[in-house]
């Protein structure tokens, strides 16, 4: 099992570029989230889904869009990437929404200039 | 809104017990979690407790609940230079959607 891989692991982009993340499990989870992670900051909430064809939005969603088309993908769009939305963005999955533990995927630390 | 705050470094001497602390606002909170996060990698789950409980022990991991103070705190006996890691204290009412993280603690362990 490679748990939940993340790709690319290292961006930089101008301002007003778009780009996508990519996240992949392959534990069969139903539910997937994507976070950002910001020095002195605990990890926030963008989006998440509770499965396949779902999405919903979490404590900062502007600025960015996600899609599940499968099950076992999440993808995280930018669609014009701004300095603030430097940022390390951790995806993960859990097989059930309450309480069950999250497993998190090695990060893609984006650099906005 | 809600948070969850922690120290953001500690060192300790190999073999020694570090003392990792958080504090947290929610007064609803149900589930509080610890997570390590190695260098390079994502977060992973080392413990949790419910909010029922005072103490969970889980070999060298001990978490101590003041749920009155909201004060949660992760001690590891015997430090070793592979704990060296960021750990980050969690809480949630039950729904991983509204999880509040703090802001992770770097903990160095030195030989």
């Known amino acids: 099992n490679a748990g939940v891989t993340q790709t690319p692991k290292f961006r930089v982009l101008k301002t007003g570029q778009s780009m996508t993340l990519l996240c992949a499990q392959d534990?069969?989870?139903?539910?997937m989230y994507w976070y950002r992670q910001d020095p002195g900051m605990g990890l926030r909430l963008i989006h998440y889904?509770?499965?396949?064809?779902?999405?919903a939005k979490g404590e900062v969603p502007d600025g960015y869009n996600v899609s599940r088309l499968k099950k076992q993908n999440f993808l995280l769009g930018l669609e014009s990437a701004a300095p603030s939305q430097t940022s390390v963005y951790f995806c993960?999955?859990?097989?059930?929404?309450?309480?069950?533990?999250?497993?998190f995927g090695p990060g893609t630390r984006l650099t906005v200039t | 809104g809600e948070d969850v705050e922690q120290s953001l470094f500690l060192s300790v001497r190999e073999g020694d017990s570090s003392v990792i602390n958080c504090t947290y606002t929610?007064?609803?909170?149900?589930?509080l979690y610890w997570y390590k996060q190695e260098p390079g990698a994502g977060l992973q789950l080392l413990t949790y407790?419910?909010?029922?409980?005072d103490m969970k022990q889980d070999q060298r991991l001990t978490v101590l609940l003041n749920k009155k103070d909201k004060h949660l705190s992760l001690r590891i006996a015997d430090t070793q230079t592979g704990d060296s890691a960021i750990y980050f204290c969690?809480?949630?009412?039950?729904?991983?959607?509204?999880?509040?993280f703090g802001a992770g603690t770097r903990l160095t362990v030195k030989p």
């Open positions: 993960a999955s859990s097989y059930s929404g309450t309480y069950y533990e999250q497993y």
């Open positions: 407790i419910f909010s029922n409980m």
């Open positions: 929610d007064s609803s909170s149900t589930y």
């Open positions: 889904s509770v499965g396949e064809g779902t999405t």
């Open positions: 534990m069969n989870h139903e539910y």
């Open positions: 969690a809480e949630s009412r039950g729904n991983n959607n509204d999880m509040r």
